[in-house]
């Protein structure tokens, strides 16, 4: 089983940034390749970014490349999601999520994630 738990969210004013983290249990980040999903009020849930098992490969959205980066610590099973730039489209509640992609190259499909923390906000004050 994976358990992982989100923080990091707030109020930020248009422009600046913060650092999200995603606490996972166990040794997860061998086995699974990690993934940052939002979803808006009233929209889908959408692709943020992701990171391979390996920690070799990122993959982003266009929407957020140059402005988010994903890395990791894997001595503290904590995946990150640095967000620059921030803007007022980018108010969500921010998901992490683990999973077995089994689709070569379809690290953006959420149904190739298995297990989902509980999210946490992000709002954007102008």
Do not use: H
């Not at 967000?83 to 959420?110: F, H, M, Q």
Request: hydrophobic share 35%.
């Amino acid at each position: 089983q994976v358990q992982l738990v989100e923080s990091g969210g707030g109020l930020v004013q248009a422009g600046g940034s913060l650092r999200l983290s995603c606490a996972a249990s166990g040794r997860t980040f061998s086995s699974y390749a990690m993934g940052w999903f939002r979803q808006a009020p009233g929209k889908e849930r959408e692709f943020v970014g992701a990171m391979t098992g390996s920690g070799l490969s990122t993959y982003y959205a266009d929407s957020v490349k140059g402005r988010f980066t994903i890395s990791r610590d894997n001595a503290k099973n904590t995946l990150y999601l640095q967000i620059n730039s921030l803007k007022p489209e980018d108010r969500a509640v921010y998901y992490c999520a683990a999973g077995r992609v089994l689709t070569n190259g379809a690290y953006y499909d959420a149904q190739q994630y298995t297990y989902w923390g509980q999210g946490t906000q992000v709002t954007v004050s102008s």
